[in-house]
Every structure is written in structure tokens, then in C-alpha cells.
């Protein structure tokens, strides 16, 4: 089945400066890759999506790249403030029984102020 | 609009116990998943359902159990709890459960078996 190797685990940034975590994931038939930010205490929420027959899209300050050939994807974070400090997930969507989310273990972002 | 709600908030329960967890999906959304989330970790995926029906199920034991009602809400049940069921019990929902539709997370349920 599916595994999602998400890195780093934790991220210190200082306000202002970039940030970029990165998924690589193992099944070549999956097709969508959210990304969700969660708050302490609060459910994932989706802040980026891509699919697979893009290799880049962008909102604001946030975009994700993706390249099916190596099997990896990438969330970048410009400007970053420190209200986007959270967990970061990223995930897979697999073509198997259930059309199924598969998780990386997560991200703690810091932005230092 | 409203987002995905899900009750209670907080449970506490025993060893041995049984739990019933609710969701409602976001209006117009015909397919709810359910994850767990233990601390620290990712989501895992427990089930899917669409109009009404199983489309899919995580490598969780039969004792849990969901199932989703004609209004598209749905019941996640687990019977004969133990100690490592303790989780955040997350529910999601999306409008037809392809593979490209986006799952909107509620708030969880935080479950805790003592």
C-alpha cells in the first residue's frame, strides 16, 4: 500500500523567511496531494491541493510543487508570520479501496518573532 | 455555511466500554471518512462511506464499526475499548469521495479510555 515519508519533523524559521517541507510518497498510481495545517486542539485544515496532472500551483504565500517522476511534493511557505506556526500534514490519496488519505507523520513549524 | 461538526467534543470512557462518535458532513457533501489520530502521528484512514454505503475500510479490528444515514451523517462505533484507542477521532467529508475530491475535516472528537 501507500507510505508517505514526510520531513523534517520539526522547523524553527524566523519571521520573514521561507519555509519548505517535503513528501515523497511510494505508490505511482495516486493522484492527489492536499496539504492541512492543524492547530492545537483543532481538525486538519486544507490550506493546498494538487493533482497529478499539475506540477505546480500557488496561493498567496503558499505553493506546492510536485514531481511524479521522483515521487515527491513540497509545500513552500514565503513571508512566513507567526500565525502560520502549526503541524503540517501531507497526504496521498491512493487509487485502493476506499479512495483513502494516506498521512506523513507531520511538520511542527516554529516562527520565531 | 457551516463546516463539518462532530459530537461529543470530549469523551471519557473505561476499558471494555462502547462509544458512539457522530458527524455531519458539510450541506450538499454525500461522503464521510473517518480517521484516527493518536498523538504525535498522522491521521489514519478507518472508513469510508457514500450514499450510505462502505467504500472503504482502514486496517482497524471489528470493533469498529460506522455506518451513514439517509441525511448523510454518520456513526463511527467502537466496542470493548482499549487503552491504545484513546485518539482524536476525526471526521471528513467531501461531495462524492472520488479520488480527487477534497475532504474538509471536522474537529475532532478527543477520546480517552482510562
Known amino acids: 500500500g501507500e507510505n508517505v515519508e514526510q520531513h523534517p519533523s520539526t522547523l524553527s524559521v524566523q519571521e520573514g523567511d521561507s519555509a519548505v517541507i517535503k513528501c515523497t510518497y511510494s505508490d505511482s498510481a495516486s493522484n492527489y496531494f492536499p496539504w492541512y495545517k492543524q492547530e492545537l486542539g483543532k481538525g486538519p485544515q486544507l490550506i493546498i491541493d494538487?493533482?497529478?496532472?499539475?506540477g505546480e500551483k500557488k496561493d498567496q504565500r503558499i505553493a506546492v510543487t510536485l514531481n511524479k517522476t521522483a515521487k515527491h511534493f513540497s509545500l513552500h511557505i514565503t513571508e512566513t508570520q507567526p500565525e502560520d506556526s502549526a503541524v503540517y500534514f501531507c497526504a496521498a490519496r491512493t487509487m485502493e479501496y476506499g479512495n483513502k488519505l494516506v498521512f506523513g507523520a507531520g511538520t511542527i513549524l516554529r516562527v520565531k518573532s | 455555511d457551516a463546516g463539518v461538526t462532530q459530537s461529543p467534543t470530549h469523551l471519557i470512557k473505561t476499558r471494555g466500554q462502547h462509544v458512539t462518535l457522530r458527524c455531519s458532513p458539510i450541506?450538499?457533501?454525500?461522503?464521510v471518512s473517518w480517521y484516527q489520530q493518536v498523538l504525535g502521528q498522522g491521521p489514519q484512514f478507518i472508513f469510508q462511506?457514500?450514499?450510505?454505503?462502505?467504500?472503504g475500510r482502514g486496517n482497524f479490528p471489528d470493533r469498529f464499526s460506522a455506518r451513514q444515514f439517509p441525511n448523510y451523517s454518520s456513526e463511527l462505533n467502537v466496542n470493548a475499548l482499549l487503552l491504545g484507542d484513546s485518539a482524536l477521532y476525526l471526521c471528513?467529508?467531501?461531495?462524492?469521495?472520488?479520488?480527487?475530491?477534497?475532504?474538509?475535516f471536522g474537529p475532532g472528537t478527543r477520546l480517552t479510555v482510562l
Open positions: 462511506y457514500y450514499e450510505k454505503e462502505e467504500r
Open positions: 471528513a467529508s467531501s461531495l462524492f469521495g472520488s479520488t480527487t475530491d477534497t475532504q474538509y
Open positions: 450541506s450538499g457533501h454525500k461522503s
Open positions: 494538487i493533482r497529478s496532472n499539475v
